[in-house]
């Protein structure tokens, strides 16, 4: 009888362990060893560092911080936060090409332009003289020779007078050459003088012991500055009502040759 009722026991012992059994294992918590103590620990895994494509910035995961610099058209710098206490910070310098501050130079004051190294031919800056020639028949010629340091230009005729004379004569307009006669430096220049009538017809014939040569300016007829006072032969020079002169001529021939 007792055997019987120790065995019905251990049987409904055993039923109820395994009911709890099953129990635990639906309620997911399973066994629990009595030895251990705590609760369980999850490892972390520290996160592989990124680099960022568009500022060059690297990020390191675990401290939450993150640093990186780079360059681009402007400054900045800013902060923030990554995980619980990281922080961010990122830079940039700009470089500029400084301002062009050439300035073109200009012509310095006082400059001289190719205007201001021409000067009218005139007594002061020239040799003058005058030679009675036997040909052309009645004829004479002047010789202008620069003394000066820079181009001077023989301007339309010379105006002749001879002693005391009221009247000049004209330029011969058939002489006139097409451009200005202009000297340099030691070159000269000429003009031809035709002093009375080869047959006799001119008036008023008388000789002249001096002779004043007068040059004109840019305009006709106007002072072209100082005159010259050349010598004539000791017996003077013969000449009348015919008396006519040449334009300024760039070389000997063409003074003579009309």
């Known amino acids: 009888m007792r055997t019987t009722r120790r065995l019905r026991l251990l049987a409904a012992t055993g039923t109820a362990v395994a009911a709890l059994a099953l129990t635990a294992c639906q309620n997911g918590t399973g066994t629990k060893d009595e030895g251990a103590a705590g609760s369980p620990t999850t490892a972390s895994t520290a996160s592989t560092p990124k680099a960022s494509a568009a500022t060059g910035a690297t ?56 205007s201001s190294d021409r000067v009218l031919c005139n007594g002061s800056n020239t040799a003058v003289r005058v030679q009675p020639l036997s040909r052309p028949l009645n004829h004479m010629l002047i010789t202008v020779t620069n003394t000066g340091s820079k181009l001077c230009d023989l301007t339309y005729f010379p105006i002749l007078r001879f002693d005391e004379m009221q009247w000049a004569p004209q330029g011969a307009k058939d002489t006139q050459p097409q451009a200005v006669t202009t000297l340099a430096p030691g070159e000269s220049g000429y003009a031809g003088v035709l002093l009375s009538a080869a047959d006799g017809s001119g008036d008023g014939g008388t000789t002249g012991h001096k002779l004043t040569v007068a040059f004109q300016g840019m305009t006709p007829n106007s002072s072209g500055g100082a005159s010259a006072l050349p010598s004539l032969p000791a017996k003077g020079v013969y000449y009348d009502s015919s008396l006519q002169v040449t334009y300024w001529q760039q070389n000997r021939a063409d003074a003579l040759d009309w």
């Open 59 to 114: 990020s390191t995961g675990g401290t939450g911080t993150s640093t990186g610099t780079g360059t681009g058209t402007g400054t900045g710098t800013g902060t923030g936060t990554s995980g619980g206490s990281g922080s961010r910070s990122g830079s940039g310098e700009s470089a500029r090409t400084p301002a062009d501050t050439t300035t073109a130079k200009k012509p310095g004051r006082g400059q001289s332009d190719a």
